[in-house]
């Protein structure tokens, strides 16, 4: 196995001083075939890494630091004719709101064929037949009707899929998927997941799944990171995470989640506090104010991600012996 995308200690900033600092020293590998699931709050940078994996920054971001390696290529550096090659085609995302990657004036056979005339060399009729086989590939039915129709004609469930179709066709070797079912139904959003889950499988991708709910993420991938205010706070496979959390906040998530068994009307123990906005890398453990467990020696300098054993990693004073 290789490593197929490298983020290298990044940052990410937007706007003019006093900027918001919503990614800092944030860094992982992801290997080919494997899948890594992102949970966080809101506002812990979730969606700004996503933007920064593919060098798709919003107006007024800027990456002030570090470095993404997807296969040999610096997405930081790689010219740009360079990187509208690699994007949609070696990878793709999914977003939150369909709308937001399709368009509302356009009708989907449009949409869907004009990806194979920018990046391929196939004609109008090879494409066409391609973007009925995914739109069936993806549980759509009656592809004739999807394709003659406008986003808007279209139920919430079914523009994800048009949208999951758009973001396969080309046969990315990674899929990035930011919240994609958050707008949905509960049904839908797990046949939408299950699909995202078979899709990684079948065709080989690899798979960066972005959610703020942990039981989701841990099902669905082979890793899991927890962010917090903008840095990874734990990393390692998803069972681990999910039976032995080493970090306070991986903690807090996983006993505010809902339970089937438990005693009825039991308050659902919650996180007290706000995550943090920032401005600058934090001086100290930046879930300090919030941790239940926090103790004097946590207000040494901001905590290294540190390795707590193979493919565990953790960052906080709590989990290192003698720190
Ligand atoms: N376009 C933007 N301009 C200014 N600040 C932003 C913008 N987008 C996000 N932020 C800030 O960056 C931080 C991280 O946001 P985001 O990446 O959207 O988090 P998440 O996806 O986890 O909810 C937040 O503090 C948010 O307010
Ligand atoms: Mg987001």
Redesign the pocket.
């Known amino acids: 196995m290789s490593a197929l995308l490298k983020v290298k200690n990044i940052s990410l900033r937007?706007?003019k001083k006093p900027s918001?600092l919503?990614i800092h020293d944030l860094s992982f590998t992801l290997q080919e075939n494997s899948s890594l699931g992102v949970v966080?709050?809101?506002?812990?940078?979730?969606?700004?890494?996503a933007y920064s994996l593919m060098n798709l920054l919003?107006?007024?971001?800027r990456i002030s630091d570090g470095e993404v390696f997807f296969k040999e290529h610096n997405l930081s550096t790689i010219s740009k004719d360079d990187l509208q090659k690699i994007r949609g085609k070696d990878i793709s995302m999914i977003f939150q709101d369909p709308m937001s990657s399709l368009n509302p004036y356009m009708r989907i056979e449009k949409q869907l064929t004009e990806l194979f005339s920018i990046h391929t060399n196939l004609n109008y009729k090879e494409a066409l037949e391609q973007v009925h086989a995914m739109l069936s590939y993806v549980g759509l039915k009656d592809t004739e009707r999807i394709c003659r129709s406008y986003p808007h004609e279209l139920s919430g469930g079914m523009c994800q899929r048009v949208m999951i179709a758009m973001a396969l066709l080309l046969k990315p070797d990674l899929l990035i998927a930011?919240e994609p079912t958050t707008a949905l139904d509960v049904t839908t959003q797990a046949q939408i997941l299950q699909l995202i889950k078979n899709i990684q499988k079948e065709k080989n991708a690899s798979l960066v799944l972005?959610s703020h709910d942990l039981g989701i993420v841990s099902e669905m991938c082979e890793y899991t990171a927890v962010?917090y205010g903008?840095s990874i706070v734990e990393y390692g496979p998803s069972d681990k995470i999910l039976r032995q959390p080493a970090h306070p906040y991986t903690q807090a998530l996983l006993d505010s989640r809902p339970r089937l068994v438990g005693s009825r009307g039991a308050q659902l123990p919650s996180i007290p506090g706000t995550p943090p906005?920032l401005q600058e890398v934090p001086t100290i453990c930046s879930y300090y104010n919030r941790c239940a467990k926090a103790s004097p020696k946590c207000q040494g300098p901001f905590p290294r991600l540190e390795k707590l054993e193979e493919n565990h990693l953790s960052r906080c004073y709590l989990n290192n012996e003698g720190a």
């Open positions: 937007y706007g918001t919503a966080g709050e809101s506002g812990c940078g979730k969606s700004s890494l919003p107006a007024g971001a930011d972005i962010m903008g906005k």
